[in-house]
């Protein structure tokens, strides 16, 4: 097996092009035509990963964090990273990272997150927008049902709780073959007019090369006329964040402890408990603070993330129980999740966790 089939199992989880303008997920350090000799699940692809890799036999390490985030201008071993691209290549481990793609999708790191502390009815917290499409396309009767179950397969027509959704208009169609053409009905030289389908269907926009592939191959027209349209319309499913419900509501104290035994958090820090009951819940993993507002706005009673600032703790404003767990600690299970998504497609291949806590934060305990 190479290591690109492994990168394209991951990016039908979370395509590449929803990670944010800022990240840099895909493929950091290798060849995806390497034969792959097993996997290692990380959170930071730190040189003592990778050395664990090497000894546990694996020559891919997948990743959340991206060990390049920014620009490298040199590679000497001055730093951490540095270190750990270097011996990578000395060493042909790839590094893969699925950072925010991972983040943006329900499925990933906070419904992860939401699963751990048992929320349910979940949904994405801030949908992203622009990120649903709509195809139009002109169809022989005859043809139209072969043509629709086609677009479906390839990833169309899913509304919520939906499946198979379309838009179904029948009028006629006219067109005269060229010289050149093989017309599928008609004459070449006249015009022919033709009983026709009109189909509309949505998809998420990062399908939109699946979708007119599955088009060409099932339509009988030599040229099929179609349009696609950029929809302003969120995904329900893509975006920022989760919220939920516990089963029960939770005293705040209950509700915290909680968090520290479910996340191992050795501190957590949050703003001034409101003495009311926790029901409803915002997560976002890692660094949060610029969801606060529509945790705000969706009337949740706590918003767990990391990373907060002094001044973010304001923000709270009375309204809700803003809780800092800790970047690693909120993301820990994305370790988990990794290696979770990748058995269910590789099921006789070494798919390993790493043994090795990468958090750089301690605290001090008297």
Same mark, same amino acid.
């Given at each position: 097996m190479r290591i690109a089939e492994v990168i394209s199992f991951l990016e039908s989880v979370a395509s590449p092009s929803l990670q944010e303008s800022y990240d840099n997920a895909g493929l950091i350090v290798g060849d995806a035509d390497w034969e792959c000799k097993g996997i290692l699940c990380t959170l930071d692809a730190t040189e003592e990963v990778i050395r664990e890799a090497v000894a546990r036999g694996c020559n891919l390490v997948v990743a959340h964090h991206p060990i390049i985030f920014r620009g490298l201008k040199r590679v000497n071993g001055a730093n951490y990273v540095e270190r750990a691209v270097i011996y990578s290549i000395k060493q042909d481990v790839a590094i893969y990272a699925i950072h925010t793609n991972l983040d943006n999708v329900s499925h990933g790191v906070n419904g992860k997150i939401a699963e751990k502390i048992g929320l349910k009815n979940c949904s994405v917290l801030s949908p992203k927008p622009h990120t649903l499409s709509k195809l139009y396309t002109f169809v022989p009767l005859a043809s139209a049902d072969g043509v629709r179950d086609a677009l479906f397969e390839a990833g169309a027509g899913d509304i919520g709780d939906y499946s198979e959704c379309s838009f179904n208009l029948e009028g006629r169609g006219t067109f005269k073959a060229g010289e050149a053409a093989t017309p599928h009905v008609g004459e070449v030289g006249t015009r022919h007019e033709e009983e026709e389908c009109k189909i509309e269907v949505v998809f998420p926009t990062h399908l939109k090369w699946r979708m007119i592939v599955a088009l060409w191959n099932a339509h009988p027209y030599e040229e099929p006329a179609y349009d696609v349209v950029d929809l302003a319309n969120p995904h329900p499913e893509i975006g920022?964040?989760? *919220?939920?419900?516990?089963?029960?509501?939770?005293?705040?104290?209950?509700?915290?402890?909680?968090?520290?035994?479910?996340?191992?958090?050795?501190? *957590?820090?949050?703003?001034?408990?409101?003495?009311?009951?926790?029901? &409803?819940?915002? *997560?976002?993993?890692?660094?949060?603070?610029?969801?606060?507002?529509?945790?705000?706005?969706?009337?949740?009673?706590?918003?767990?993330?990391?990373?907060? &600032?002094?001044?973010?703790?304001?923000d709270a404003d009375g309204r809700l129980l803003l809780v800092d767990i800790g970047h690693f600690e909120s993301e820990r299970f994305t370790i988990d999740l990794l290696q979770e998504l990748l058995l269910q497609k590789f099921l006789t291949f070494a798919v390993l966790k790493t043994e090795v806590e990468t958090n750089p934060v301690r605290y001090f305990h008297r």
């Open positions: 920022a964040g989760a *919220v939920g419900e516990l089963d029960n509501p939770m005293e705040e104290s209950e509700f915290l402890a909680l968090l520290q035994g479910s996340f191992s958090a050795e501190v *957590v820090r949050h703003s001034p408990l409101l003495r009311r009951p926790i029901r &409803k819940v915002a *997560v976002c993993g890692g660094a949060g603070s610029f969801l606060i507002s529509n945790a705000l706005q969706a009337g949740v009673d706590a918003f767990v993330t990391a990373d907060l &600032k002094y001044h973010e703790f304001f």
